[in-house]
C-alpha cells in the first residue's frame, strides 16, 4: 500500500521521501529502490531505548530534505513520527492497518492515543479498524476517516503461475499469501487441510510468504503420517502469476485492517475464503465474492473450501463478482485522491 500510494502521489507531481527503518532491508526497501525512489532510514527499535536515537536521526531527515507533511503507519512509526514532526513544525498524518495487537497494553495505548492527538488526520483502512479506533483510543468518531486501501487492477501469467504452484488438472489449488506469523491463521488453514484429507475433495494448498512462524507450521504437518498438507513457497515477487495460476484465494486471518493480499485476489478473479473479521467482510460479501467463515474454525474453513472446490461454476461466478467490485470500490486513483487531500495540510485534531 506504501509503494502504491507513494507511486500515485510522484505521479501526481509530488516529492516522495521513503523513510523506513534501516534493518533488515526487505522487499519494500528493494522495491522502493527498484522504483527510483531515495530511500531514507532510521535505526530499527527493538527496545525503548532504541527510541531517541531513531526520533533523532528522523528529525534529522525530516530537516535536511526539507519535508513538508509527513504520513506515518502504524504503532512505532505513529509513535516517532509525529514527534519528530511537532519537533519540526510541520503537520503528520496518521494510517493504522488493522488489528487490536498496538492497543494490547496500557502504555502503548496511550502513546498511540498521543500520536493520534498530534495529527492533523487519523485514518483507518476500513470502518471496523475506525471502530476499534475510537474505543481503543477514546477517539470521537469524526476524529478517524476512512480510507480504503487501492489495488491495480494486475495481470498475471496463469500458465507461469500454475508451473510455480505445481497445479495439475485433477486437483483445485488453494492459495495463501500473507506472513507467517500467528495473527495470520495458517495453523489454522493447515488444520483444515488435514479434515480434506481422506475425502473427495483434492485440493493443493500453497502458502507465499516468509516469517517466524514457518517451522511452527512445517513441524504441523510432519507430525501428519500422511505427509506435507501446505506447501511453503517462501517471500515471492510474481503474486500476480500465483494468483492468476491458482483457483482459490484463502484468508485464515485471526485479525485484519483491510488486507491489501485480498483485494489483490479478488481482482485477479480468485473466489475467497476468509475469516469473517476486521474490514475483510466489508470487502467480500458472503457467498457473493466467497465465503466467510468464522475464525479459529478450521471445521468451517475446510467445508468452505469443500464447497467451492467441488463448484467451478461458483468460483467462476464469485471469482467475477470480486474482480467487479474491487474495480469499481478499490481503485488506486480513489485511494490517491484521499490521501492527497489529506496530506496538504490541516491542524491537528482538537483537544492537544
Known amino acids: 500500500m506504501m509503494l502504491l500510494l507513494a507511486q500515485g502521489l510522484r505521479d501526481r507531481g509530488h516529492e516522495v521521501v521513503p523513510i523506513i527503518p534501516s534493518h533488515p532491508r526487505e522487499w519494500l526497501h528493494a ?83 498521543r500520536a493520534a492527538r498530534r495529527s492533523a488526520s487519523v485514518i483507518a483502512v476500513s470502518s471496523e479498524t475506525a471502530r476499534e479506533l475510537t474505543q481503543d483510543l477514546s477517539l470521537h468518531p469524526e476524529e478517524v476517516q476512512v480510507i480504503p486501501n487501492g489495488t491495480p487492477m494486475v495481470s498475471g501469467e496463469a500458465e507461469r503461475g500454475r508451473r510455480i504452484l505445481g497445479s495439475c488438472p485433477e486437483t483445485v489449488t488453494v492459495l495463501a499469501v500473507g506472513r507467517l506469523i500467528q495473527v495470520k491463521g495458517f495453523d489454522i488453514l493447515s488444520r483444515a487441510a488435514r479434515l480434506l484429507q481422506g475425502t473427495d475433495v483434492r485440493t493443493r494448498m500453497v502458502v507465499a510468504g516468509k516469517g517466524e512462524e514457518r517451522r511452527v507450521l512445517e513441524g504441523m504437518n510432519e507430525e501428519d503420517s500422511t505427509g506435507g498438507q501446505l506447501s511453503f513457497l517462501g517471500m515471492r515477487d510474481d503474486i500476480p502469476d500465483l494468483m492468476a495460476g491458482a483457483d482459490i484465494f484463502v484468508m485464515p486471518s485471526r485479525s485484519e485492517g483491510l488486507p491489501m493480499a485480498l483485494i489483490e485476489a479478488m481482482a485477479a478473479g480468485l473466489p475467497v475464503v476468509a475469516s469473517s473479521v476486521g474490514g475483510i467482510p ?71
Open 31 to 113: 522495491s522502493f529502490l527498484a522504483r527510483g525512489f531515495e530511500v531514507e532510514e532510521y535505526p530499527p527499535c527493538r527496545s525503548w531505548g532504541a527510541y531517541p536515537g531513531a526520533l533523532m536521526d528522523l528529525t534529522s531527515v525530516l530537516r535536511r530534505r526539507r519535508v513538508e507533511a509527513l504520513h506515518c503507519h502504524d504503532f512505532t512509526a505513529a509513535v516517532l513520527g509525529t514527534l519528530a514532526a511537532t519537533m519540526t513544525g510541520i503537520p503528520s498524518v496518521l494510517t493504522l492497518h488493522g488489528g487490536r495487537h498496538y492497543s494490547e497494553k496500557k502504555l502503548r495505548r496511550w502513546l498511540l492515543r
Open 282 to 352: 466489508e470487502v467480500v460479501e458472503h457467498g457473493v465474492h466467497g465465503l466467510l467463515v468464522d475464525p479459529e474454525d478450521p471445521a468451517a474453513l475446510a467445508e468452505a473450501i469443500a464447497i467451492l472446490s467441488s463448484d467451478p461454476g461458483l468460483r467462476a461466478r464469485m471469482g467475477r463478482a470480486g474482480h467487479h467490485r474491487v474495480k469499481a470500490r478499490f481503485s488506486i486513483d480513489a485511494m490517491v485522491d484521499a490521501y492527497e487531500q489529506r496530506l496538504l495540510g490541516r491542524s491537528p485534531l482538537p483537544g492537544y
